[in-house]
């Protein structure tokens, strides 16, 4: 480099102009601003996967065949409870409807629940209906 007072030749490592005595400071090199060339980066486009839905059968509501059987046994139950002694069957009907809808209904992953809460709610009145008629009218036949 060359000193800024004098311009004579100061070497490098020395931070004084031998020549005048002037402090030489080594010229800073003009960081050279980099113009990065903006990376247009090509977007990426993915093709959506089309993943065909996979039923699984655990995934599938299985059919509540007890709620259904449950709802059937209430809905027979509620008919026999109002016949004098023949809604003696009511006990089983109702009992079995009963069992069998909150069965049903505890069950997971079923559909129709709503059919074996109904075959709850028709059980439990055939099964009210006909004990109270044993219990109210018994004596009378
Ligand atoms: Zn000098």
Redesign the pocket.
């Known amino acids: 480099m060359y ?6 030749y ?1 070497p490098d490592n020395v931070g004084i ?6 402090a ?1 400071t080594p010229a800073q090199p003009v960081a050279q601003p980099v113009y990065q060339q903006p990376v247009y980066q090509q977007p990426a486009y993915q093709q959506p996967a089309y993943h065909a839905p996979v039923y699984t059968p655990a995934e599938m509501p299985r059919s509540n065949g007890l709620g259904t059987a449950g709802m059937i046994l209430g809905i027979v139950s509620i008919c026999i409870s109002w016949i004098p002694a023949i809604n003696i069957i009511v006990f089983i009907t109702g009992f079995l409807g009963l069992v069998f809808s909150i069965i049903g209904v505890c069950r997971r992953n079923v559909s129709g629940k709503g059919r074996a809460i109904t075959g709850i709610i028709l059980s439990a009145i055939a099964l009210i209906i006909t004990f109270s008629m044993y219990y109210y009218l018994g004596t009378t036949y």
């Open positions: 000193c800024t007072s004098c311009g004579s100061v102009c031998p020549n005048c005595g002037a030489v």
